[in-house]
């Protein structure tokens, strides 16, 4: 159940999000109105987005570069403009996409006993990067 104030924030941000119609693809248009930034983006879909600025879901992938892949520079390339398209999709969807890395994995306070762990059982650099995947995930408190 919402509170009165809820309610009045909710209808206020539906009545914002009345005239959306006349931003075009690539516009953004920001409105204030007193806690509440909305902003509207139109995708490249023509589905048109009406989300708070300051309240935005978070999304997080992980991604390291495997080690036996370093050489490998097309490969890289690649990935780094599919890591850009997937955080500015899901900006323009409205969400905050946040990309974990080893460094996170390596603030869990396991990190090092896992890894050592991991490392007797002679698994690929991928294999272990998808353990490690799983321990960044639990420094941002999961997803």
């Not at 309610?7 to 920001?30: F, M, P, V, Y």
């Not at 900006?91 to 990190?111: C, E, K, M, S, V």
Request: glycine share 4%; proline share 3%.
């Amino acid at each position: 159940s919402l509170s009165g104030e809820q309610q009045q924030q909710q209808q206020q941000h539906l009545r914002l999000g009345d005239n959306l119609e006349e931003h075009t693809s690539d516009e953004e248009a920001k409105q204030s109105s007193g806690k509440w930034t909305i902003r509207t983006t139109e995708t490249p879909n023509n589905i048109i987005i009406n989300y708070d600025e300051q309240q935005r879901p978070v999304i997080y992938t992980f991604f390291q570069q495997a080690a036996d892949e370093l050489d490998n520079q097309q490969n890289i390339d690649e990935q780094d403009d599919m890591l850009s398209y997937w955080k500015q999709t899901w900006y323009d969807a409205g969400w905050d996409p946040q990309i974990l890395t080893l460094q996170d994995a390596q603030r869990h306070p396991n990190f090092e006993t896992n890894t050592a762990l991991l490392q007797e059982l002679d698994i690929t650099d991928y294999d272990m990067l998808c353990f490690q995947r799983w321990m960044a995930m639990a420094v941002v408190g999961g997803g």
